[in-house]
Nanobody
Framework: QVQLVESGGGLVQAGGSLRLSCAAAGSGFRIVDMAWHRQPPGKPREWVASVTGGGTPTYADSGKGRFTISRDNVKNTVYLQMNSLKPEDTATYYC???????????????WGQGTLVTVSS
């Protein structure tokens, strides 16, 4: 069984920084790709950033130049470094990972429990 465990959310003033972490825990799996999404209060969930197995990142326009996604394949962990935070970045942030489980090589789309980021003005 594989699960994603997130950490790093909290309250920060506008212009500040936060680093979110998401670790995949379990055994008998390989992470294919990882991403972060967010859901602002009262709004639908939206994609924030993704990173491939080789470390190539892509970003939504909302985070370009401010957010950095990275991954540690040894630790099975993905990070989201968020700088120059704005009040509109306030949301619950969710980690998402595509995982192959052994021995079946079945593909699972996993989500973390979410971590709240609040940016005060």
């Amino acid at each position: 069984q594989v699960q994603l465990v997130e950490s790093g959310g909290g309250l920060v003033q506008a212009g500040g920084s936060l680093r979110l972490s998401c670790a995949a825990a379990g055994s008998g799996f390989r992470i294919v790709d990882m991403a972060w999404h967010r859901q602002p209060p009262g709004k639908p969930r939206e994609w924030v950033a993704s990173v491939t197995g080789g470390g190539t990142p892509t970003y939504a326009d909302s985070g370009k130049g401010r957010f950095t996604i990275s991954r540690d394949n040894v630790k099975n962990t993905v990070y989201l470094q968020m700088n120059s935070l704005k009040p509109e970045d306030t949301a619950t942030y969710y980690c998402n990972a595509g995982v192959e489980v052994y021995p079946s090589y079945r593909y699972l789309d996993l989500w973390g429990q979410g971590t709240l980021v609040t940016v005060s003005s």
